[in-house]
């Protein structure tokens, strides 16, 4: 069938398997084209099907060499229902890895959940005897706990509301939007839901099952950006989250003989994650005018790649003094943020375009879905039941 991206608020309900397969191959392209990394040569990726995830997952395979097991939580083609992106992007990626003779095997389930890390464990146990990474880049609204219970993340602020711009993408209208701060449950359930515990879980998991060797690193991506949208972020209730997680870091270090884990403060991007943060994307658009504009803006396989190239695994680990690897280095330059909070200051409806990276925005928005990618036949039918090689 011809598949058309079809918007619903801040996500598509379609996706493109011909433009996912291009996303995922021109990223591999760029890895490729870089110098290689003596880096880790197992890995188990956690939300690998997307966004920064699907990015460490190609980076590992095709920088450092490294086998892979992903473990993703996607949908197949159904009738007439296209797969979901990260569907496509992961049978792309298995096919290509495949071709050029990689080891990489999926898990289609819910990486919360105890039996997704048994099934995970069992494979690594089979394949791979033990794995020397795990990167943990799972992004979610919700979480069903071990014991059942289910929590709902919300993205609120915390403490007092806050009053700020924002942009609707569609109708490229700036207003005012005003974000109530999340009740103290609120906050709770959203560190449940993005906070360590999980990952923290999942590195016990391994340990116990002797899946994990000695030396091994971990890694969780995290975000802090500039005041303008710390009380969206960073004090907001997702911020108390990465808080949280910063401390799973210290604590699995210490705690967990033979593993370091570290946080990646990671540049703000366009996914599916982060479309979704009021305030945010109009922050984005003018990062990315700024950025592209400077020459320094990079999407998710540059920060992936620089991320194990240059700050993970060139020698020593190169982190903060709060042991965080900030490769949001760029987009927090001084020079930076000064263009794009005189931006900010003078943006409207009229001078969007000037101060903004609209189409930039919509762009990559699209690509996430397959959708605006260069050489693609939008007009061809196209089969959307695509298998992934390792789920049968
Ligand atoms: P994303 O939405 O692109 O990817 C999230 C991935 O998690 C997807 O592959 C999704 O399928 C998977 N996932 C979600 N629930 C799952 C489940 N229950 N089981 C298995 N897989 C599941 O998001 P992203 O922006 O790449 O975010 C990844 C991490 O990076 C998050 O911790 C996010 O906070 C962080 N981060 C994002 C940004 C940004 O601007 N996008 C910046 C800094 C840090």
């Known amino acids: 069938m011809v598949v058309t991206p079809k918007v619903r608020g801040f996500i598509c309900t379609t996706a493109h398997p011909t433009g996912c397969r291009a996303a995922v191959k021109s990223q591999i392209e760029y890895t490729k084209s870089q110098p290689k990394t003596e880096g880790p040569k197992k890995v188990l990726v956690l939300g690998a099907s997307m966004g920064y995830g699907l990015a460490s997952r190609i980076a590992a395979t095709y920088s450092c060499g490294a086998a892979t097991i992903g473990v993703i939580f996607d949908k197949p083609g159904d009738g007439k229902r296209t797969g979901t992106a990260g569907w496509y992007n992961t049978a792309a990626f298995e096919e290509f890895a495949h071709t050029d003779g990689y080891y990489a095997k999926t898990i289609n389930g819910d990486a919360y959940s105890k039996e997704v890390k048994e099934q995970t464990i069992a494979l690594i146990k089979q394949d791979l005897g033990k794995v020397d990474m795990v990167v943990y880049s799972l992004a979610a609204p919700r979480r069903t706990a071990p014991d059942g219970t289910v929590y709902t993340s919300v993205l609120k602020t915390t403490g007092k509301s806050y009053t700020n711009k924002t942009i609707d993408l569609k ?5 005012e939007i005003t974000i109530e701060p999340a009740t103290e449950q609120e906050i709770e359930q959203t560190v449940k839901v993005m906070g360590g ?8 998991a391994l340990k116990a099952a002797d899946a994990i060797t000695d030396g091994a690193v971990t890694v969780a991506y995290s975000y802090i950006g500039p005041e303008l949208t710390h009380p969206m972020y ?31 403060v990671n540049k703000a991007l366009v996914t599916q994650s982060s479309a ?5 994307p109009l922050y984005i658009s003018i990062l990315y005018k700024v950025m592209k504009e400077a020459g320094v803006h990079e999407g998710c396989i540059e920060q992936m790649y620089r991320l194990f190239h240059q700050k993970l695994f060139d020698g020593s680990v190169q982190a903060d003094s709060e042991n965080r690897i900030r490769m949001d280095d760029l987009e927090m330059r001084e020079d930076i943020q000064q263009k794009v909070s005189s931006l900010w200051e003078k943006i ?3 001078n969007l375009e000037e101060c ?3 189409d930039g925005y919509w762009h ?6 397959g959708f ?3 050489d693609v036949d939008y007009d061809a039918d196209v089969d959307i039941h695509v298998p992934i090689q390792s789920i049968q």
């Open 171 to 175: 109708t490229k209208k700036i207003s």
């Open 197 to 204: 515990e999980d990952w923290k879980d999942w590195i016990l």
């Open 234 to 264: 960073y004090d907001g209730s997702i911020g108390r989250a990465k808080a949280h997680l910063l401390k799973t870091a210290q604590e699995i270090t210490e705690q967990i003989s033979g593993v370091q884990a570290y946080i990646s």
């Open 276 to 280: 979704a943060i009021p305030i945010v």
């Open 348 to 350: 409207h409806d009229e």
């Open 356 to 358: 903004a990276d609209i």
């Open 364 to 369: 990559d928005f699209y690509e996430l879905f």
């Open 372 to 374: 605006d990618l260069p």
